[in-house]
């Protein structure tokens, strides 16, 4: 038999019809639901008299428009918002899937909660309505967004109309400097490969500085593969992957885990396989980086200047132009003296214990710059129950941080926490899009720890320099 | 869904290259549960100003380009975010073609999923094309699925490629669940199978 790649075996796997043209029914292990995308997709159902066909695959929580201050115990104040969030409630009941209510101490950003309670586990298909599913990757599943007509045929069929695409390998080889992160990674490779690089590809992320990653780093890289265009990212599931898996909630126990194993072992890529692309990266080159445009691929070291738009070729150098302005900055203006408003940390890229962790060694017996609105979000109860318990929410607190509750809050600022028009936010989130993350409002995206670093400085700064 | 034959209309040009979908609509306009009524704020902030007066500088505020059918739009269109809002906005302002050199992979399929045509041409055939929908109201291209064919306004005629399942689908209107369910034998059976294969998941 001819060498597989990873992608290759999960796919072969889930292929449950292929037409002659080589369109696929793509069988669906998981899907994942939240609020926003879903409502058409449930009231479609309704009005062609379908059921959910497995409604023990599918999970759901509201995390987008959630408020994250404690006030949201006596429900949400915005009526549109109010509204999605009761559609899901009502969806989740009449349908019979599992849910996560706003209230429910598990409950937190889809992507988050799905790895916490076990759900997603390795050789899986996993799907939400959400461009950042590939986060799922990081466990060996493979896992990317769909729009909510998708969303409608999964709930319906559980399986998707697909054709595979290309096999690409990003490799970052050797170890990682101090004060260089997950996120340093993922940014890093989009800058090499460009927004488009990874459109009508799978990416397999593999090397000794990938392999080094806890799952929290791992599901960072593999979340940002959209951003790169990419279909899904992928990491062969290994002893960091069992050892995170297991005894979770819906983890396999007893003998399903053993025979489960047996199966995950198997998931990698055979020598010899064949990538259509192939990026290789040294991880002793990575340097803690930071985005100076509106788009992820507008990345540089925080050592570097702004760039001069005529420095770029064809499209790119109106779209430079363009970014440099919206971002009120100039060209040759060096990133450390880009003085900031605001600090987010949190979502689905970095709302994990680790990264709480990471931001808070930065912080511990340190304040914020006097001025400087910063909030901590969570990705999930969970998560925040555990930062408390660790002693990092008040570290994160005595440092003048805000200490919000789950969700996905002002990553795209579908709920109250968004920045006002000119307002400059150094963000753990995973787009600089204009408009993102408020009207007007400037992202500038980075590391946790890097994130911190500029909460006490109040301005774009070289974590390095901290520690 | 509507048949998809021939689009005969203008054409507006937005070279700009990475729109993302949060151009095409900004989150404010994702709380609803309903799929209609978004054209009007189809690219939301650039289309208005601060105070809601609509940005005269604006391809689709300009009066040639007011009625547009068909959008020419640089590379890697309808990055970010997989919001079917975005083509749902894009359908209800009453644009059903989509020419760019590269799509984005969530956002081309939500188009098809909703009867418009995304098409990838090359970067040369871009540049005629895009040329061509300067022109303004005058310019009226003529984009062609059966014949796989754009034909500009002074008569260039560019082909185009397009896969042969979805072809069909946009064609005939066709609804892609009823299709699938059409092969529940399958799926039945794919579930048969893993059942005994991974009984964990």
């Given amino acids: 038999m001819s060498p597989k790649t990873l992608y290759d075996k999960i796919w072969d796997a889930h292929v449950a019809h292929e037409a002659d043209d080589g369109t696929c029914l793509l069988y669906i292990d998981r899907h994942l639901v939240h609020e926003v995308t879903s409502p058409q997709a449930f009231e479609g159902l309704r009005m062609a ?42 969806n989740a009941k009449d349908f019979g899937i599992h849910y996560y209510p706003v ?29 950042h599913t590939a986060t799922h990757g990081a466990f060996g599943a493979l896992a990317h967004g769909i729009g909510t007509s998708e969303v409608e045929h999964v709930l319906a069929t559980q399986t998707l109309i697909q054709k595979k695409s290309k096999n690409m390998k990003v490799e970052i080889t050797g170890k990682l400097q101090p004060g260089v992160t997950a996120k340093d990674i993922t940014l890093a490779v989009i800058g090499e490969t460009g927004t488009a690089g990874g459109t009508g590809y799978v990416i397999e992320y593999c090397g000794e500085a990938i392999r080094d990653l806890s799952m929290e780093g791992r599901m960072t890289v593999c979340n940002m593969a959209i951003e790169g265009g990419a279909r899904a990212g992928l990491i062969a599931p290994d002893e960091t992957t069992f050892e995170y898996v297991k005894g979770r909630p819906h983890a396999p126990k007893g003998a399903q885990w053993e ?36 788009s992820p691929e507008d990345v540089l070291p925080i050592t570097a200047t702004v760039p001069n738009p005529e420095d770029f070729e064809g499209g790119k150098v109106d779209a430079a132009r363009r970014s440099i302005e919206y971002m009120g900055l100039k060209a040759g203006q060096k990133l450390s003296e880009v003085e900031i408003d605001t600090v987010f940390i949190g ?10 962790r990471a931001a808070a060694e930065i912080l511990k017996g340190k304040k914020i710059k006097d001025g ?54 150094a963000a753990t989130s995973n787009r600089n899009f204009e408009g993102r993350q408020g009207r007007g409002g400037r992202t500038h995206l980075l590391s946790p ?11 774009l700064t070289d974590v390095r320099e901290m520690m | 869904m509507d048949k998809f034959e021939k689009v005969h209309g203008v054409a507006a040009p937005m070279p700009l290259i990475n729109i993302d ?98 098409i990838v041409v090359g970067a040369e055939h871009h ?32 082909d185009f490629e397009i896969d042969p399942h979805r072809k069909h689908c946009l064609l005939n209107g066709l609804d892609d669940i009823g299709l699938t369910m059409e092969k529940d034998h399958h799926i039945d059976k794919f579930e048969d199978h893993a059942s005994q294969a991974r009984p964990w998941v």
Wanted: aromatic share 6%; with cysteine; hydrophobic share 40%.
């Fill in chain 1, 49 to 90: 008299g379908r059921k959910v066909r497995a409604p023990e695959k599918t999970i759901a929580v509201p995390d987008h428009n959630v408020p994250t201050t404690p006030d949201r115990m006596n429900g949400i104040e915005n009526p549109e918002s109010r509204i999605q969030v009761e559609a899901l409630d009502k």
């Fill in chain 1, 103 to 131: 209230n429910d101490v598990r409950q937190g950003i889809v992507h988050i909660v799905g790895p916490e309670q076990g759900w997603t586990l390795p050789g899986m298909t996993v799907v939400c309505g959400d461009s």
């Fill in chain 1, 259 to 294: 025979a489960a194993l047996t199966w995950w072992k198997t998931l990698f890529t055979d020598e010899g396989a064949h990538f259509d692309k192939v990026i290789t990266l040294r991880g002793e080159d990575i340097a803690p980086v930071v985005t100076w445009g509106t």
């Fill in chain 1, 347 to 356: 979502s689905c890229t970095n709302g994990r214990i680790e990264d709480l």
């Fill in chain 1, 372 to 425: 400087i609105r910063a909030m901590v979000v969570p990705g999930s109860g969970l998560v925040r129950a555990q930062a408390e318990e660790e002693g990092l929410a008040d570290i994160f607190k005595e440092a003048g941080f805000e200490w919000r509750l789950a969700g996905c809050s002002m990553c795209l600022a579908m709920n109250p926490d968004q920045l006002q028009p000119g307002e400059r936010c």
């Fill in chain 1, 449 to 459: 720890a890097m994130a911190a670093a500029a909460a006490i400085t109040g301005r």
């Fill in chain 2, 21 to 118: 979908t949060d151009m095409i609509i900004p989150k404010v306009h994702l709380k609803t549960i309903k799929r209609s009524g978004l054209g009007v704020v189809l690219f939301d902030e650039m289309r208005y100003h601060d105070d809601g007066q609509e940005n005269e500088e604006f391809i689709l505020n300009k009066p040639a380009y007011r009625e547009a059918e068909i959008l020419v739009a640089g590379d890697n269109f309808g990055c970010g975010s997989s919001r079917e809002h975005a083509p749902w906005a894009i359908k209800d302002f009453g644009i059903k073609v989509v020419i760019s050199t590269s799509f984005a992979d969530i956002f081309f399929n939500n188009c098809f999923k909703n009867g418009i045509l995304p």
């Fill in chain 2, 127 to 158: 540049a005629i094309l895009m040329d061509d929908a300067h022109k303004g109201e005058n310019a009226r291209m003529t984009v062609h699925l059966e014949d796989q064919q754009i034909t500009t306004s002074d008569g260039v005629v560019i």
